[in-house]
């Protein structure tokens, strides 16, 4: 069975939940780790996106090829 991104996201997640259904508060930190992690995820993003301004316009088509050699 594959799974796209969404997929295996959903799929941890309800795993997580069901593993702390029997603990009061689990969901609230479960919840509340989901927005921490989206957030620092998205400051990254901001952060590289402002730091490429600064980069000289022939070097900005490279930025993908990292991602590219991780593969």
């Known amino acids: 069975m594959r799974l796209g991104t969404v997929g295996q996201a959903i799929l ?4 997580l939940l069901a593993q702390g259904a029997a ?4 969901t609230r930190r479960i919840a509340n780790g989901q ?5 620092a995820i998205l400051a ?4 590289a996106a402002f730091g490429a301004g600064f980069l000289p316009e022939g070097a900005v ?11």
Do not use: C, E, N, Q
């Open 35 to 39: 927005h921490v992690g989206f957030a």
């Open 12 to 15: 941890i997640l309800a795993l």
């Open 61 to 71: 088509p490279y930025l993908g090829l990292p991602p590219l050699a991780l593969a």
């Open 23 to 26: 603990h009061r508060g689990s």
């Open 44 to 47: 990254v993003a901001v952060a």
